[in-house]
């Protein structure tokens, strides 16, 4: 079997997955990054496609790919809507999710609508996930030159304890972290408390089979303790996982499998 992967390096998870998928499954594999892409034809020779970064032009890749026919997975269109801080707000909102209430607007237009009492706000990039961009805006002096410019996506901020939250088909592991961090900070493992678990069975059903693993950001609110969703992600490192009875790389790899012969009903 041919397989590619779309990714924005050949190592960490990727490298793993390569490993995996060649030494425990005898595949052929071709990492493709942005240094070696090229969407034509040649990527139709493989049987199917891992879309690990949702950088755009491996969106638009994944979604060339699945017009022919490829799978694709996770889904192009679902890692792009989650990559879209607009589409990302809308999913979880239907997803009953509870996302933060959002401000889309410019500057000037939020001067003759926001007071002092709806700061501090969170300003995020449009096209974005994770912490990369993301700032934290306590009145309108906080915004740049550049910010006056353009279009901007801010969020509520929400005082209270921030998650992090894996999940691999049922298995979830649920960390503490500090606000505004990257998935790569120290964090503290914790049991999941039930309305967390909840939020992750509501956004895997909602996206019906096309959430296989992932990740939400989650708060739970201090003064109500209210859980919302914050950021989602198709494809995070797992570089945090801390649950030792399941290897994320054997298991994430092993669901992709089973979704590529549920594709071809093998």
């Known amino acids: 079997m041919n397989i590619g992967i779309l990714s924005k390096r050949k190592t960490m ?7 995996f998928f060649v030494n425990n499954k005898g595949f052929n594999v071709k990492v493709y990054t942005l240094d070696n892409l090229s969407i034509n034809d040649t990527l139709l020779s493989n049987d199917f496609f891992v879309l690990k970064s949702k950088n755009i032009f491996f969106i638009y890749a994944g979604q060339y ?4 026919k490829i799978p694709v997975i996770p889904d192009p269109e679902t890692s792009f809507k989650q990559k879209n801080r607009v589409h990302s707000h809308l999913l979880m909102k239907r997803a009953g999710l509870s996302p933060p209430h959002i401000y889309l607007s410019t500057v000037e237009t939020l001067k003759k ?3 002092n ?13 994770g ?10 002096k906080d915004f740049s030159d550049n910010d006056n410019k353009r ?34 900070v120290d964090m503290e493992k914790i049991s999941t408390p039930l309305d967390v678990k909840d939020f992750i069975e509501k956004w895997r059903k909602y996206l ?40 994320p790389v054997e298991a994430i790899c092993n669901l992709i499998l089973k979704k590529f012969r549920d594709f071809h009903n093998i």
């Not at 790919?65 to 022919?68: D, E, F, R, T, V």
Request: glycine share 6%; hydrophobic share 35%.
């Open 117 to 129: 009492n709806d700061f501090p706000l969170i300003l995020k990039p449009i096209m974005g996930s």
């Open 131 to 140: 912490s990369k961009g993301v700032k934290l805006i306590n009145s309108f």
């Open 113 to 115: 609508e926001l007071n």
């Open 151 to 184: 279009i901007l996506y801010l969020e509520k901020y929400i005082e209270g304890e921030h998650y992090n939250v894996y999940f691999i088909d049922d298995e979830i592991c649920t960390l503490i972290k500090p606000p505004l961090s990257h998935e790569h």
């Open 208 to 247: 019906e089979g096309n959430a296989l693993f992932g990740h939400i950001d989650i708060v739970r609110e201090e003064s109500t303790n209210q859980l919302y969703a914050v950021d989602v992600g198709s494809f995070p490192e797992f570089s945090q996982w801390q649950l030792d009875n399941i290897s």
């Open 13 to 19: 998870f990727t490298g793993k997955m390569k490993q």
């Open 65 to 68: 790919l699945k017009a022919n």
